[in-house]
């Protein structure tokens, strides 16, 4: 079998998967098909930028039922392992609420207490695909402001 034919026999093999999968969640969350979201493994690390692409006919797998494009996208998640990402009003909020606790310190000693581990694990996911010699800061600003990116 030629690597063209495999790819597209693991292509229909995720198309027919994802075909089969429910449109609506089988209980009330906040996630719909098509959102992109941040999956957080147990251990705590993080996956940005997964797209939901389905829900479980029902929440008996252990309350797994949404499913995302990742490498294990047969495998799904609970709601509680999803978030979404970091958006520039949330990357604003944290800079003024760390400004405002601050005092005569430095703001950015105070990011541990007005941010969640999560939103943390984001921005250090993006510090590290930046280029050059860059910090935390330069990270959550890339946030505010998407353009920086270019």
């Not at 609506?24 to 692409?53: L, R």
């Not at 969640?116 to 330069?138: A, L, N, S």
Request: charge should be negative; proline fraction near 7%; glycine fraction near 6%.
């Amino acid at each position: 079998m030629s690597i063209e034919a495999h790819q597209q026999r693991l292509q229909k093999k995720y198309d027919d998967f994802v075909a089969s999968l429910e449109t609506t969640p089988p209980v009330e969350c906040e996630f719909a098909v098509g959102d992109v979201v941040t999956f957080t493994n147990e251990y705590g690390v993080s996956f940005p930028g997964q797209t939901i692409i389905g829900f479980a006919e029902d929440d008996s797998f252990y309350g797994r039922f949404i499913y995302t494009d990742s490498d294990a996208y047969w495998f799904p998640s609970r709601p509680e392992e999803l978030t979404y990402p970091m958006t520039p009003e949330r990357a604003k909020e944290i800079i003024a609420q760390a400004k405002a606790q601050a005092g005569c310190g430095p703001w950015s000693d105070q990011l541990d207490k007005v941010m969640t581990d999560i939103e943390r694990e984001e921005v250090r996911h993006k510090w590290q695909t930046m280029p050059g010699y860059t910090c935390f800061v330069d990270a959550l600003f890339r946030f505010v402001d998407p353009s920086r990116d270019k």
